[in-house]
């Protein structure tokens, strides 16, 4: 049983959250695995999913038939709409998994499994009868004592047992008939269960907090502003175009329990390329690291690392919490690269601002940096009827996949890409360009694509692993999640389908496994004494120990 207690360690034997901890480093303690010995690191076993209704996946069984998978169906749909098979988007896993209690739980949208960690047997399954809704993934559930919670597409929050995979209820997140999808972890923190939202329309995004035991909302912290009293709305044009405005939280943020401080990047604005309707102003509080008190929701404090932006850049990649030296002063330390191609690193008590650098060196979008360290957006590099050359593309420099830190080093690691792309403005009128309506890009070149380390201290990159290219890169895929380990290991995908563990001082691959698309991130576990990698390749994980 997880209880909360639990989760405040640092990670080690077990990854009971999306993280693995709370600090969003992805540093596991675990050595047994090190850099002296990861030659002989070897497959243990593999364990292959399929989504839909029924279920037919799973490990073969010795007599060549697939082995019986409890199968458990829930939801409000007819289960017509439900996508099925190996190839389907609701097979390919995305997802950080819950390794707990020599249990591995896994999820894809409208799915989850429920593995023994020893040999990846299926232990159950359960499915969600969907109403529709987008399924670009999802990134993994949260545990607590014997419950699972599972955000599906269209919207719900799902409490399910571990133990059996039955459902113990559900809760709506946000109305499915206003577009919005949910493709998040969730995060528990004490009696909270923290739940963002997702829109690609121009609707009110927010974070709502509900008791893990009745699924009742404690609170909701709304991104933009949503009354006349609210200090950010002199950031935007009218209150009309705050409310609408966008800020959606998708991906799960860190904590700090010594200041109850739940740390989370929010996303674009909306309208996200025409921003007539926004105003001038910086659109407040979108493309910002937020810092919320976990048990009343109040906004503590904040900075935007895109004021105003025009690109869809979200901010919401993962902060991490590092409590280190910077300028000769211990000090408590966020830090975060974002998709426009900047790197901040912040005061995560205060928000004070600290540094700000690029660890994409093609980022051309911006003039400079303003008193607050944020980048000065060029007008000039907009959407534009004519063009404009602009990097990084609109996939961003970087995206969701986790990044990693590791005290050894003191080094900060990010997947990245360096490339550029023609910005163009297809719809003057604000009322066609709605969402991410009305424009149009064009790829026109991919210098390539890197495993980047940060120096957070200067903000210098310390060094950079160019990936091999592969063909299907370039804006469409900025990266794999990293893992540090303090074996010496620092592991991650490859453009090319390989799973490789780097030397972390300089980039110097160390061994590799060619398993297909890297497509989830790399975690780790112990088990009977037994250090594990594992990872998800499309719809198949993959658990590798010393031989």
């Not at 540093?27 to 090190?34: C, M, V």
């Not at 921003?275 to 910086?282: A, K, N, V, Y």
């Given at each position: 049983m997880l209880t909360p207690d639990k989760l405040l360690g640092r990670l080690n034997d077990s990854w009971p959250t999306y993280s693995g901890d709370?600090?969003?480093?992805?540093?596991?303690?675990?050595?047994?695995?090190?850099?002296?010995?990861?030659?002989?690191?070897?497959?243990?076993?593999?364990?292959?999913?399929?989504?839909g209704l029924p279920s037919a996946g799973g490990r073969m069984s010795f007599f060549g038939?697939?082995?019986p998978i409890p199968t458990i169906v829930a939801g409000e749909g007819d289960g017509s709409l439900n996508e099925s098979g190996a190839t389907s988007r609701s097979s390919r896993i995305v997802s950080s998994a819950i390794i707990w209690d020599g249990k591995i739980y896994v999820s894809t949208p409208d799915n989850a499994w429920a593995m023994d960690a020893r040999d990846g047997n299926i232990l159950w399954h359960f499915v969600w009868k969907t109403r529709g809704g987008t399924h670009t993934g999802n990134r993994g559930m949260a545990l607590y004592k014997d419950t699972l919670f599972l955000e599906t597409p269209d919207d719900y929050l799902v409490a399910i047992s571990a133990k059996d995979g039955s459902e113990k209820w559900h809760k709506v997140i946000a109305p499915f008939n206003e577009q919005y999808f949910s493709t998040g972890a969730p995060i528990l923190i004490g009696n909270h269960v923290l739940v963002g939202t997702g829109n690609d329309l121009d609707a009110p995004q927010a974070l709502t907090s509900f008791d893990p035991d009745t699924g009742e909302v404690q609170w909701k912290w709304y991104a933009?502003?949503?009354t006349k009293d609210d200090p950010a709305l002199k950031t935007w044009a009218n209150l009309r175009a705050a409310r609408y405005g966008?800020?959606?939280?998708?991906?799960?943020?860190?904590?700090?329990?010594d200041t109850y401080l739940y740390i989370i990047g929010t996303g674009n604005p909306t309208p996200a390329y025409t921003?007539?309707?926004?105003?001038?102003?910086?659109n407040l509080y979108t493309c910002s690291l937020v810092a919320?008190?976990?048990?009343?929701?109040?906004?503590?404090?904040?900075y935007q690392t895109s004021p105003h932006d025009t690109h869809d850049w979200d901010s919401t990649q993962t902060p991490v919490l590092v409590d280190g030296d910077f300028n000769g002063k211990q000090r408590k330390l966020v830090l975060q690269a974002t998709r426009n191609g900047y790197f901040y690193v912040l005061d995560r008590t205060t928000g004070e601002h600290l540094l700000t650098s690029k660890f994409s060196p093609t980022a051309n979008w911006a003039t400079g940096l303003d008193e607050k360290g944020r980048p000065i957006r060029n007008p000039k590099k907009d959407f534009d009827i004519a063009g404009s050359l602009v990097s990084p593309v609109n996939a961003g420099a970087t995206n969701w996949m986790p990044p990693s830190f590791n005290p050894q080093t003191g080094l900060f690691y990010v997947t990245s890409e360096d490339a550029y792309s023609m910005y163009y403005l297809t719809e003057t009128d604000p009322r066609g360009a709605m969402g991410l309506g009305g424009k149009d890009e064009l790829g026109v070149g991919l210098i390539g694509n890197y495993l980047t380390a940060m120096d957070y201290k200067t903000g210098k990159i310390a060094w950079r692993h160019k990936y091999p290219e592969a063909g299907g890169w370039g804006g469409t895929n900025v990266g794999h999640a990293l893992l540090n380990t303090a074996g010496g290991l620092l592991f991650t995908g490859d453009p090319q389908g390989n799973l490789v563990a780097y030397d972390p001082a300089n980039g110097n691959p160390l061994w590799h496994a060619h398993i297909g698309d890297v497509?989830?991130?790399?975690?780790?576990?112990?088990?009977?004494?037994?250090?594990?990698?594992?990872?998800?390749a499309t719809d198949t994980l993959y658990a590798f120990r010393l031989n």
């Open positions: 709370y600090t969003g480093q992805r540093y596991s303690q675990l050595d047994q695995i090190s850099a002296a010995n990861v030659k002989n690191l070897s497959l243990a076993w593999t364990s292959r999913i399929t989504s038939g697939p082995a933009t502003p949503q966008g800020g959606p939280m998708w991906i799960p943020g860190s904590y700090d329990p921003s007539q309707s926004r105003g001038e102003g910086d919320l008190n976990v048990d009343t929701g109040k906004l503590v404090w904040y497509s989830g991130p790399v975690q780790t576990f112990l088990l009977d004494g037994k250090q594990y990698i594992v990872v998800g």
